[in-house]
């Protein structure tokens, strides 16, 4: 990046800012981020496409660490947190503040340059930049609740020529009809490469929920490039993991994390997650590719290259949501190009970059089998015996939290009594399961990080259990009320069964309607029983309530299909500053939507009943602490290097202890690791840390005002070298609550410095 001399830096800082738009036109440009490059911004959500969160500079060493200070904040002006990862590109930084606005600030002062107002449902985590080769044409491209969009990086304003009138529907294209699908989604920005940008999605983990498709957009024209079908059709590879229809009906399957790129050698690798749905398969027996695969892709085409699954069937919401990282490590005296991945159950898989060959052994062992009906686990799973695991797998009771109180603990050692715990235990409907770790637990999204070139993979983990116990998925009828089911079969009586049958089922002209609150939202039914269809007539004296009870006695959901839209508190407004534009490209409504799939398609074969179960995580601190730990792993010898607690821990504290670290202290935390040899993390109770990442040591901490639920960033800029981490979220009730100190900072980007 081009240094400018001190009195021109002086001068630009002064002018206004047509001024410094034209500055940025005339800067020469970064250098474009490869594996090996030193990057001095950071222009995607992990500081490269390889998502390694490496960070090339000299300015903050070892020895230097301990003098960072706070070198400026912009405030947020919420009352609300985000987990937005700032980018930056040249002398701008991107975030979001001010109510879900994107802000561009200098990232040298934190002066706002333009707001774009409003973008309600704005990438929870990030957003991606690319400029084209001449730097003429430069993007900002995110997603706006299931719309694809891209901004022009220096005017703030959206790009109308982006897709079709500004947006891409990110819910097209999936083989449903698209109003059925709610959420598409991703928390997580993408990762954009040459002209494509490669987008996973979230679209949730109930049944029937849509498929996650791998996509690829050209970021000029928003065209579709490529597919890859998470959930094989008829003659792909693997669609014979599957029962023959399951494309039809399951979903999930889904990259909702980080997606990598080796840039050098256009390969994306991808961390997919659980299909749906995660605790119950028996409507799709088989190994389920590419549910809970790391696949690796020719990312100009889409194309596979190799796949590895590391949980056949999951029963256990066992994702893959970290990202993986792309090494060099040495074997048999030879560097060889390697792909680690770290998971949710505490297994760290490594292997050949290229072909997907395992660096270190992996064997399949037995595990117990599914006693559900029509459930068919799968009969092995896959273990690395070399490289060591980083959780526990099972709970015993003399692993229970000794801070409980009393009568928690022997409440707790019944329940373990009697209980199943143990590593891919399946779930059931006669008894608790505790896994170990549960669905929070292990490694998750944000928490790895690496040196490439040293083959060093640094992760954050939590020990956090789930109690799981199955039980059948009622219908909608099931769930009424004696009254309400009276009601309905009242007015069904009296208005609906001279023409449509004693069953419903339909005569003459007049259609089955034993499923049709299924069919229609509640909004439509309603329109069509008040006001008629065709030759049925209308019912007007029929109240809302009667209206409810028979649109669920029919099939209907009592409840509001998952959707995006803004909080309540985050009603439209126009903050304060240089607003350019506000809500993004307009998006145009569904006509004649149609409800969310709740129900298998005819005539698919598929299991007599569903069942479902929570999350079980109401106890996080079930177990005694270390909950929470730091770890370096050496993937040349496949050992862990170090490890330190992290998080802290306001009980924990109280008693002396700081070696606990926190409930759930790893969840939403990140990490930069320099190539000083410092590695930065964040951990639970506003704790900010610096490490040598060759052996642990702790070389600096701080607690920061507010809590920090986002990836830090780094960049470097006229000679200084920054570090930037959100810290808006509010504190848990077991951590200290810094926000209410004197000298608070108030929440907002946390900008440090050394002196």
Not at 128 to 150: G, H, I, M, P
Not at 164 to 192: A, C, F, H, N, W
Not at 340 to 347: C, I, S
Request: hydrophobic fraction near 35%; charge should be positive; glycine fraction near 10%.
């Amino acid at each position: 990046m081009k240094k400018f001399p001190a009195k021109m830096t002086c001068a630009i800082l002064a002018l206004s800012t047509l001024f410094i738009y034209a500055s940025f036109t005339t800067n020469t440009p970064d250098k474009i981020y490869s594996n090996s490059d030193s990057v001095s911004t950071w222009r995607q959500y992990g500081g490269g496409p390889d998502q390694s969160k490496y960070f090339s500079a000299s300015h903050i060493t070892k020895e230097n660490v301990s003098q960072l200070k706070v070198a400026w904040v912009y405030p947020t002006a919420d009352s609300f947190p985000n987990f937005f990862s700032p980018i930056v590109v040249d002398t701008i930084m991107y975030v979001m503040a001010k109510n879900s606005s994107l802000v561009a600030v200098n990232a040298q002062t934190g002066k706002e340059i333009w707001i774009h107002a409003n973008l309600q449902g704005l990438t929870r985590r990030g957003m991606n930049y690319w400029e084209s080769k001449d730097r003429k044409d430069r993007r900002l491209l995110f997603t706006l609740n299931n719309t694809l969009q891209a901004i022009d990086a220096l005017t703030g304003k959206s790009v109308m020529t982006f897709g079709k009138d500004g947006y891409v529907d990110m819910r097209e294209g999936l083989g449903r009809v698209p109003s059925t699908i709610r959420r598409m989604q991703s928390m997580m920005p993408g990762v954009v490469f040459e002209d494509l940008i490669i987008m996973g999605s979230a679209p949730g983990e109930g049944y029937f929920s849509a498929p996650g498709d791998v996509r690829a957009y050209n970021v000029v024209t928003g065209k579709l490039a490529w597919t890859f079908h998470t959930i094989p059709r008829p003659g792909e590879f693997g669609y014979d993991t599957w029962p023959k229809d399951a494309y039809k009906y399951v979903g999930g399957t889904n990259v909702w994390s980080e997606i990598s790129i080796d840039a050098a050698r256009g390969i994306a690798y991808l961390p997919i997650g659980s299909p749906t749905y995660d605790f119950y398969g028996a409507d799709r027996t088989g190994t389920n590719l590419f549910g809970n695969c790391l696949v690796a892709l020719n990312a100009r085409t889409g194309k596979r290259i190799w796949h590895f699954q590391t949980v056949h069937h999951d029963l256990w919401d066992y994702d893959l949501s970290s990202a993986p990282q792309l090494i060099t490590v040495k074997k048999e005296g030879k560097n060889v190009d390697a792909v680690a991945v770290a998971t949710k159950h505490g297994f760290m898989f490594v292997f050949d970059r290229l072909n997907g060959k395992p660096i270190f052994p992996i064997e399949e062992k037995p595990f117990p089998a599914s006693q559900m009906p029509g459930e068919k686990s799968w009969p092995t799973q896959p273990i690395p015996t070399v490289v060591p695991d980083f959780t526990r797998h099972a709970v015993t009771k003399e692993m229970l939290n000794p801070y409980l109180p009393e009568d928690e603990k022997q409440k707790w050692y019944k329940r373990i009594a009697a209980a199943k715990s143990g590593l891919f235990m399946p779930l059931s409907d006669k008894y608790e399961t505790i896994a170990l770790p549960g669905a929070l637990g292990g490694v998750n999204f944000g928490n790895t990080a690496s040196n490439p070139g040293k083959g060093m993979v640094y992760i954050l983990t939590q020990e956090y259990p789930s109690v799981y116990k199955l039980e059948k998925v009622k219908s909608a009828r099931e769930l009424m009320s004696k009254d309400e089911v009276e009601r309905a079969k009242s007015i069904l009586s009296t208005s609906c069964r001279s023409c449509h049958g004693d069953n419903l089922t339909g005569r003459g002209i007049a259609p089955s309607i034993v499923t049709s609150g299924q069919r229609m939202s509640f909004e439509e039914f309603k329109t069509v029983l008040s006001v008629g269809r065709g030759q049925m007539p209308g019912f007007a004296h029929i109240d809302e309530q009667r209206m409810i009870a028979v649109h669920r006695y029919l099939g209907g959901s009592p409840l509001p299909r998952a959707g995006f839209g803004p909080r309540r508190s985050q009603a439209s407004r126009t903050p304060e500053g240089p607003v350019v534009a506000s809500g993004g490209a307009p998006v145009k409504p569904d006509v004649d939507p149609v409800p969310a799939m709740n129900d298998y398609p005819k005539p698919v074969p598929h299991p007599a009943s569903r069942y479902t179960t929570d999350y079980g995580t109401a106890w996080p601190n079930l177990l005694g602490p270390t909950w929470a730990w730091v770890m370096a792993y050496d993937l040349n010898s496949g050992t862990v290097k170090w490890k330190q607690p992290l998080g802290e821990d306001s009980a924990a504290m109280a008693r002396g202890d700081k070696t606990s670290g926190a409930v759930n202290g790893s969840q939403r935390k990140g990490m930069i690791v320099t190539s000083t040899g410092v590695l930065f993390c964040n951990g639970k109770g506003g704790k900010l840390y610096a490490y040598d990442a060759d052996n642990g040591k702790l070389l600096w901490e701080t607690t920061l005002s507010n809590e920090s639920n986002a990836q830090p960033i780094m960049y470097e800029l006229n000679g200084k070298q920054f570090l930037v981490v959100n810290s808006t979220a509010g504190f848990s009730r077991d951590s200290y609550d810094h926000s209410k100190k004197a000298g608070a900072l108030p929440r907002g980007y946390v900008v440090y410095s050394l002196p």
